[in-house]
């Protein structure tokens, strides 16, 4: 069984930061792609960063030169750092991965089950 578990979520101030984090854990052989996506109430929930498992990143353009996702593979381990935050970045912010467990020779993707941000104006 894998398990991921997003942390860092909160209220903030308009032009503030957070840094999110994603832990993996369980039964885990190889990752590949992990990322962040965000669901605010009434709208469709959309990527916010992604990155590979050789370190390539993509952004939503919304979020671009503000936000950086990075990855401590040896901690199992993704982050989301927020900077510049406006209350349009306000949303549940849910972590997920591409995982292969042992004894498996596909990935398969997991969520977390998100973490609130609130950005006040």
């Known amino acids: 069984q894998v398990q991921l578990v997003e942390s860092g979520g909160g209220l903030v101030q308009a032009g503030g930061s957070l840094r999110l984090s994603c832990a993996a854990s369980?039964?885990?052989?190889?990752?590949?792609?992990m990322g962040w996506y965000r669901q605010a109430p009434g709208k469709q929930r959309e990527l916010v960063a992604r990155i590979t498992s050789g370190g390539s990143r993509n952004y939503a353009d919304s979020v671009k030169g503000r936000f950086t996702i990075s990855r401590d593979n040896a901690k199992n381990t993704v982050y989301l750092q927020m900077n510049s935050l406006t209350p349009e970045d306000t949303s549940i912010y849910y972590c997920t991965a591409e995982i292969m467990q042992y004894g498996s020779s596909t990935y398969a993707d997991y969520w977390g089950q998100g973490t609130q941000v609130t950005v006040s104006s």
């Open positions: 369980g039964s885990i052989f190889r990752y590949n792609d």
